[in-house]
């Protein structure tokens, strides 16, 4: 896949990641009761790598954390 970079602002940002970590709990827990519905467990893992990633980036003491073992290791 072709990285893309896009700019947010903070809020905006931190409404995404609140938007999709309900949307990853809807997939998971909800949706799977439904009659036919089939769970694709690789977009449930990624969906929540993405949302980690973002909360990530909006707290900084994490972000400073990554950024130190990055350099430590």
Do not use: C, Y
């Not at 990853?24 to 827990?29: N, Q, S």
Request: hydrophobic share 40%; net charge positive; charged share 30%.
């Amino acid at each position: 896949m072709t990285p893309m970079t896009i700019k947010f602002t903070a809020k905006e940002l931190e409404l995404l990641a609140s938007l999709a970590a309900d949307q990853l709990f809807r997939r998971e827990f909800i949706d799977n009761r439904l009659p036919g519905w089939k769970t694709n467990p690789d977009d449930i893992g990624l969906g929540k790598e993405l949302v980690e990633r973002m909360r990530t980036v909006l707290d900084p003491r994490s972000a400073r954390r990554t950024h130190l073992a990055r350099i430590a290791g």
